[in-house]
């Protein structure tokens, strides 16, 4: 009875490491998804693709194009408007080179302190 109680904890631990550590040996090397807004690769992403932006359109700003990564490559993503935001400003999707990888932050509203100030 012993042997098949240890035989039945050695499996599940078995099945559960398993779990945790494939995800990490699957994922490429030069990827890493984190509970970050972006991700962190190790291939950095192509020269932008400059794209006309169009004619103002009240009460919306134009989110700018950007290189987003799908899977195994960079995928260019066209620029689209976004419904404006009183009191804040939008902070295109960019790539930073952080300690040695390339590290993409998302698009996102930022609190206009100029505006705030007035």
Do not use: N
Request: hydrophobic share 45%.
């Amino acid at each position: 009875m012993m042997t098949r109680s240890l035989i039945t904890v050695l499996a599940a631990a078995a099945i559960s490491t398993t779990a945790v550590v494939a995800p990490v040996i699957l994922t490429p090397a030069a990827a890493q998804a984190g509970m970050s807004l972006g991700v962190t690769i190790g291939v950095p992403p192509p020269a932008p693709v400059y794209e006309a932006v169009p004619a103002p359109r009240p009460g919306y700003v134009w989110a700018p194009g950007y290189w987003r990564w799908e899977g195994w490559r960079h995928v260019w993503v066209p620029g689209y408007w976004v419904v404006a935001r009183r009191g804040y400003h939008w902070v295109p999707d960019r790539w930073a080179h952080i300690d040695g990888g390339w590290h993409h932050e998302r698009g996102h509203w930022d609190y206009d302190y100029a505006y705030h100030r007035g």
